[in-house]
């Protein structure tokens, strides 16, 4: 009897709770997924080239032995090659790079690259010796003499973004005539000074706005450098209240609703699919942890006091990830055939992304420049 009682509660626990829940459940996924698809197509055809002498292009190719994706997007085949390098470690920018800077294809062919371990490329199979800086920076000369060879040109442009301006520069650094110029944006230059930078203006700025909770927390964690194995967690902490006060989106406050955006960017690419957007998290994870030791032990100050191409800096005036004032000590002390130092007033760290038709504008001027430099044909 007893039985029975509890398999009629169970049939009607499943018919009345369970089978709603579940069929709810299916509608939403069915109705998410045409939501996503529409706004993928909207997306597909307002990306479109069309140009007859353009190219819009996904591939998977193979780098130093590991398969990777990279995107080529530009109106006119003849126009230079720019090669950009996402930050991170194993954060890629394939995506926001042709969502904020779609423009930038009117003037180069723009070629977007998820690293080994990273977003698209992201493979459980890879182990810590398969990612790390040097393997990267192996992977980007690779990358440039395929694109030498495909675009048909003796040089590339290159441009590094954060944890991209560290192999930007050691790129250029080993092969300079691969290069017709070098942009580093939020440039890195000594990672463990540039991080007692960005946390003592963390702390101030607590200390400024009265908040007790931000002054507590990263009075808790004290300044850089971190112990390896609290490192991830305590730089967490710093960056949630950096994020805060602009430091690394200017005028931004709110991380969660930064990252949501993020989210949607990539949701309605069709470069990524849900499963990627997964990569993309795992690759991010992943990348830092094993590349830490990389991290730390960048000093373009002493590694690369000098590079044999025309050098251009673009600082946000708000950046305390790389601390802009970091920056401009390296640009006095760099030695280039040709250096600037381009400054975005109303940017944090992501001048590109936070300021894109000034970007623009400052790539274009960066071609006519080396043109003026060199001839036409750099």
Not at 14 to 31: D, E, H, K, Q
Request: proline content about 4%; hydrophobic content about 40%; cysteine-free.
């Amino acid at each position: 009897m007893i039985i029975i009682r509890v398999s009629l509660a169970s049939s009607k626990l499943f018919r009345y709770v369970l089978l709603p829940v579940f069929s709810l459940l299916l509608v939403f996924l069915a109705v998410f997924s045409l939501f996503v698809f529409y706004w993928q197509y909207q997306t597909v055809q307002a990306i479109e080239i069309t140009s007859p002498d353009g190219i819009q292009s996904l591939e998977k190719i193979s780098l130093g032995g590991v398969d990777q994706w990279v995107s080529f997007r530009g109106q006119d085949t003849t126009n230079p090659v720019l090669l950009f390098l996402h930050g991170g470690p194993g954060s890629p920018e394939m995506v926001p790079m042709r969502h904020y800077n779609q423009d930038l294809e009117n003037h180069y062919v723009v070629v977007g690259w998820d690293q080994r371990g990273a977003g698209k490329s992201f493979s459980q199979k890879l182990t810590p010796e398969d990612v790390t800086l040097e393997q990267i920076i192996g992977d980007t000369l690779e990358l440039t003499e395929m694109l030498q060879e495909r675009f048909d040109v003796d040089t590339i442009y290159l441009a590094g973004h954060s944890w991209g301006s560290i192999v930007g520069t050691h790129a250029v650094h080993r092969k300079p005539e691969y290069y017709a110029a070098y942009v580093g944006i939020g440039q890195a230059v000594h990672f463990t000074e540039a991080e007692k930078i960005s946390y003592q203006f963390t702390l101030d700025e607590a200390k400024r706005r009265n908040l007790d909770q931000a002054v507590e927390e990263l009075t808790a964690i004290g300044s850089p450098p971190y112990e390896e194995d609290a490192f991830l967690e305590k730089i967490s902490v710093q960056r949630k209240w950096l994020f805060q006060f602009g430091g690394d989106v200017y005028g931004e406050s709110n991380n969660v609703l930064h990252l949501l955006e993020l989210a949607k960017i990539h949701l309605f690419a069709p470069e990524y699919s849900v499963k990627d957007i997964v990569r993309y998290v795992k690759g991010n994870q992943q990348s830092v942890a094993w590349m830490l030791d990389d991290l730390t032990s960048v000093d373009f100050l002493k590694q690369v006091p000098k590079l044999e191409v025309p050098v251009f800096f673009f600082s946000g005036r708000h950046d305390y990830v790389t601390a802009y004032e970091y920056v401009e000590k390296y640009y006095e002390a760099l030695q280039a055939p040709y250096k600037e130092m381009v400054w975005f007033e109303h940017s944090a760290h992501s001048p590109n992304f936070e300021e894109p038709e000034r970007f623009r504008l400052e790539m274009v001027r960066v071609k006519e420049t080396v043109d003026s430099l060199y001839g036409e044909d750099s």
